[in-house]
């Protein structure tokens, strides 16, 4: 509702910013002040708009469990019927924090993690090199982003690239759970 409304707003103080110029292009005695003032408004209502919409992305992401990784558990997971989405990331890396704020945020992609069966586990190559090597060790590089999917339709697991995209998880998710 309130994104509606401030969408409404912006929309309505750019149409009398439009207006005033077209006022003021005709010799109505508009003061020159009042159209800089209104985008100002504008823009200042917009940002909100803009601000809102991504805290309810931030929500949505906080509801996803992610465990650590426990990488000498995904086999018998996926024998249960399990999907595990790995992640693998370091807290100084931009692509990965890119890829976590940029498409693990996005709704689509939550609620894709968030349909059935799906485990999220996830290891910070800050942190936890010790414990991802061992498995991940030849296959994924610290400091760069490494997401991996396993399922029943994909049980040796599918490396997804670096630079996700939604469609990249969620196509992904839908192999793995074999649909």
């Avoid at 149409?15 to 005033?20: E, P, Y």
């Avoid at 426990?70 to 996926?78: E, Q, R, T």
Wanted: glycine share 8%; charged share 15%; hydrophobic share 45%.
């Amino acid at each position: 509702m309130i994104l509606t409304l401030s969408t409404l707003m912006t929309l309505l103080l750019v149409a009398a910013v439009v207006a005033l110029l077209i006022a003021r292009s005709k010799g109505k005695p508009i003061p020159l002040a009042v159209i800089p003032v209104i985008g100002m408004m504008a823009l200042m209502v917009g940002s909100a708009t803009y601000f809102v919409h991504r805290a309810s992305e931030q929500q949505d992401y906080r509801e996803l469990l992610w465990q650590p990784l426990a990488a000498d558990k995904i086999p018998m997971l996926v024998q249960g019927g399990y999907t595990v989405f790995v992640d693998l990331h370091s807290d100084w890396c931009m692509a990965c924090q890119t890829n976590r704020v940029g498409i693990l945020h996005r709704p689509e992609v939550v609620s894709t993690l968030l349909s059935g069966k799906v485990v999220l586990m996830q290891a910070n190559w800050s942190q936890e090199s010790e414990r991802i090597a061992p498995h991940y060790g030849k296959v994924a590089a610290p400091g760069s982003p490494f997401n991996k999917v396993y399922g029943p339709g994909l049980p040796r697991g599918q490396i997804l690239p670096a630079e996700l995209s939604a469609s990249d998880v969620i196509t992904a998710i839908r192999s793995a759970k074999g649909s």
